[in-house]
């Protein structure tokens, strides 16, 4: 049973979970499979779904908040698989979770 309708729910529910910091919810976005796998930009190759959830609840953790803006969106979607390539703007807020400049 898919946990949401559209590749769009799931698209949304991720930038939710990334805004809320709320890596159980980033988590729910994930399929339930060890062969799952995760590149953050300049970082290394995740395997499974210990390894990518620990990495996320540490970019929560550990980064200033962010706000999203996504444009340049192509959707491509055949059968049961779907690709979302988009661009996303990230805007850094000036103060980290510490409350520090």
């Known amino acids: 049973m898919p ?3 559209t590749p769009e729910e799931a698209e949304d529910a991720f930038y939710r979970a990334f805004q809320n910091r709320d ?3 980033m988590m729910e976005v994930w399929a339930e499979d060890e062969n799952i796998v995760c590149i953050h930009p300049t970082g290394l190759r995740l ?3 210990a390894t990518i ?3 996320w609840q540490n970019i929560f953790e550990h980064s200033p908040e962010m706000e ?3 444009s340049d969106t192509t959707r491509t ?3 049961s698989i ?3 390539v988009v661009y996303e703007h990230i805007r850094l807020q000036k103060n980290d979770r510490n409350g520090t400049e």
Do not use: D, N, Q, Y
């Open 68 to 70: 999203f803006t996504i």
């Open 82 to 84: 779907a690709v979302h």
């Open 3 to 5: 946990r949401f309708e």
């Open 23 to 25: 890596a159980e919810a």
């Open 77 to 79: 979607r055949e059968g």
């Open 53 to 55: 959830g620990r990495r």
């Open 47 to 49: 395997e499974g779904p």
